[in-house]
């Protein structure tokens, strides 16, 4: 008995508690939630954000938008953090107590999922590029393929070896920032006043428009990290949460990706990350990329063991959807999703912020109207309601505001 209850418990660490609260035990230090929270905010796809907008609707517009996001991501990621934080429970769970009930939930659960394997494509998309800008002779497909197959091991055991990896891979990310953006702002040049161009409201609407969905995928996505804080750090991790996930993406990366797309006029990072650096550039795009993958996969496979568990009652574990998502990605990045990146990210930022509307409101009425505790929310079936039509009904009238 003394063997099986071994076993339970490291395939339980192993699983890091998808589908129940973090135990004490369990909990990390502000600098370890630091340190893996970094990893979702530094990466080639922040880059191609702020490049998108500053090649569409110029600098000025840009800047204004990406600050605008991140006040209104600050503001989600301090309330997400603080109930993650104290509950021990990720946005999934969550969701069953905030009104979504224990089957309902499963549909937030598939938004989240699909979310993030969408995420998925689009940064190996960025990876596989990057080494074909380097070596053209080398298929695409083949690139796409091991990009995301090469996730699978890397992500096997969650926040443990996430840990690991950021801390690593930190300092070559800082050194080849610095490298590329010296060398692109020394030898390009742009002709012509980069701060030209008048901002006007139907082009600040769409800047903000293309942010909201990295604005809520980090806000919600800091939840599944943040719940591993000690009771302790709850005040502290608010802060890392914000300052990290929100400010590092929409105060430095995204707007240092609008100046370095301005100057070489190539959205693709991953392209001019090759053409300026050479071999250098192209594992500066790989080092980073696994960081944010590694983060990807994670919240895409936990989302999915929640999805099926509810809905088809199997629970075979977070590792086998791990594979479904590198399949997912595969296909994404084949069929072309980096293509269509402004269009893709307009419509999951509709769905993503549906959702966050929907907690919201759990958040704000579940005390005085569902007898919801914030300090303690209930994500046990027997003590919730399957469904839960209030927020169910809202997420659907905000589903419906993707055809308008």
């Not at 370095?260 to 050479?278: C, D, F, I």
């Amino acid at each position: 008995r003394q063997e099986s209850f071994g076993a339970d418990t490291r395939r339980e660490a192993r699983e890091d508690y998808a589908l129940r609260r973090v135990p004490a035990h369990f909990r990390k230090s502000p600098l370890s939630i630091a340190m893996v929270l970094s990893g979702a905010v530094w990466s080639v796809f922040s880059f191609a954000l702020g490049g998108s907008l500053g090649l569409r609707y110029g600098i000025p517009t840009a800047l204004i938008g990406l600050g605008c996001a991140y006040v209104l991501g600050t503001v989600l990621a301090v309330v997400i953090t603080r109930l993650t934080a104290a509950n021990g429970l990720d946005i999934d769970l969550l969701s069953r107590g905030l009104g979504y009930g224990f089957l309902g939930s499963a549909f937030s659960s598939l938004v989240y999922a699909v979310t993030f394997m969408m995420y998925c494509g689009f940064e190996a998309s960025f990876m596989a590029t990057a080494v074909n800008a380097e070596w053209p002779g080398v298929p695409l497909v083949p690139l796409y393929i091991a990009a995301a197959v090469v996730m699978i091991p890397v992500n096997w055991y969650g926040f443990k070896l996430n840990n690991i990896l950021q801390r690593i891979t930190w300092p070559l990310f800082i050194i080849g920032v610095v490298a590329l953006a010296v060398d692109i702002f020394t030898r390009h040049h742009v002709a012509g006043s980069i701060w030209a161009g008048p901002v006007t409201a139907a082009s600040l609407l769409g800047a903000i428009g293309l942010c909201l969905p990295v604005l809520g995928i980090q806000a919600l996505a800091v939840g599944d990290w943040s719940r591993f804080a000690r009771a302790a750090d709850v005040g502290k991790v608010k802060v890392i949460a914000s300052s990290v996930s929100i400010g590092g993406l929409f105060l430095i990366e995204a707007p240092l990706g609008a100046f370095l797309a301005v100057y070489t006029k190539q959205e693709n990072p991953g392209v001019y990350a090759a053409s300026t650096l050479g071999v250098w550039g192209v594992l500066w795009v790989l080092v980073t990329q696994l960081r944010i993958q590694n983060m990807n996969y994670y919240s895409a496979s936990l989302a999915t063991a929640n999805f099926v568990a509810r809905i088809f009652r199997w629970a075979p574990g977070r590792q086998l959807w791990i594979g479904l998502t590198a399949v997912v990605t595969a296909v994404a990045a084949i069929t072309g999703i980096l293509n269509h990146l402004t269009d893709v990210l307009t419509f999951f930022g509709v769905v993503l912020l549906a959702w966050a509307g929907t907690l919201l409101g759990g958040m704000v009425f579940g005390p005085r109207y569902l007898g919801v505790s914030l300090a303690r929310i209930e994500y046990r079936r027997g003590y919730l309601h399957n469904w839960g039509p209030a927020a169910l009904s809202g997420l659907a009238v905000g589903l419906s505001l993707i055809h308008i």
